[in-house]
């Protein structure tokens, strides 16, 4: 009988062994942090080398395609973080001809921080879309990475995108809306690393308020996310943390929404939130 007990227990043990040596080899999500535009302070780059967890045998991976100038927006970020960071920073701006290189995209899925540059969110999705670089930045993220980015880069952490245009009526490109209206919002898709959210940018210097209600009003299942200048969002899981020099604004669960026969959109109530360094909130809860 005490034999029988002890395979038994030496059975439990073993599979208790296994069970956890299974959960620790199991790839933890990466952290996204979502920079508003504006002037990346030292706090800031700060924040983003220590989520990161770099140690002195990582490096950092620069996206660039969203800029007009790549190398000199890759000069910039390596400049700006000479202060806080003394790993290598490598450039990574994928041109057509290179897509599939398996030296670069190896670099890629291999970096511990991954940073998309500002610029124009259309032209960055438009180089990486349906591509070996859109699967080497997800299989990077699913196994760990940080994925950084500002303005424009911002704006592609989503699954739907905000390009910035107004298409109705005069779709002159403006730094913000000046009407809020049914189907005025042109949404593209951008990197689904956020999935249950949709950012905006430079949100309180440029007044987009007007952006965001046509956003939550065409997605009203998602949280609408408005982030300022010189400040950024922490994401890990569904914990949505604030930090820098401004302000956050949150806009969802809108009730009783309906569109008037003129496309006008008219809703009695939503939650309308503020955030400042410090406070945090989930996404995807009531």
């Known amino acids: ?18 069970g956890a040596k299974s959960a620790s080899a199991q790839p933890k999500q990466g952290t996204l942090l979502i920079i508003g535009g504006g002037n990346k302070s030292l706090l800031l780059l700060r924040q983003m080398v220590e989520v990161s967890k770099l140690t002195s045998s990582d490096y950092v991976a620069v996206l ?26 490598i450039n990574l701006n994928f041109r057509a001809l290179d897509m599939e290189n398996r030296q670069k995209l190896d670099s890629l899925e291999k970096a511990r921080l991954i940073f998309i540059t500002g610029g124009d969110q259309e032209r960055f999705m438009n180089v990486v879309l349906n591509t070996a670089v859109y699967n080497a930045i997800h299989k990077a993220f699913k196994n760990g990475a940080t994925i950084a980015g500002t303005s424009a880069g911002a704006a592609v952490m989503s699954k739907l995108m905000i390009s910035g245009r107004e298409l109705v009526g005069d779709t002159t490109l403006r730094a ?29 210097v440029r007044s987009r ?78």
């Not at 189907?183 to 309180?204: P, R, Y």
């Not at 939503?270 to 406070?279: C, E, I, K, R």
Request: net charge neutral.
């Open 64 to 89: 660039p395609m969203s800029s007009a100038f790549p190398d000199t927006s890759y000069q910039y970020f390596k400049t700006d973080m000479k202060p806080v960071c003394s790993n290598a920073i």
């Open 1 to 18: 009988m005490k034999s029988i007990l002890s395979i038994l227990l030496l059975l439990g043990i073993s599979v208790f062994i296994v």
């Open 176 to 204: 913000t809306f000046r009407k809020v209206h049914d189907q005025n919002i042109e949404i593209k898709q951008g990197l689904g690393l956020l999935t249950e959210a949709v950012i905006d940018q430079h949100f309180i």
């Open 209 to 286: 308020y007007n952006r965001l209600l046509s956003a939550v009003a065409r997605y009203p299942d998602l949280t609408c996310i408005g982030i300022d200048e010189a400040t950024a969002i922490i994401v890990t899981g569904k914990k949505v943390s604030v930090v820098g020099e401004s302000q956050v604004v949150v806009i969802r669960y809108p009730e009783k929404l309906k569109i008037t026969k003129n496309g006008l959109i008219s809703m009695q109530d939503v939650q309308f939130s503020m955030f400042t360094a410090g406070d945090s909130f989930l996404i995807g809860e009531k």
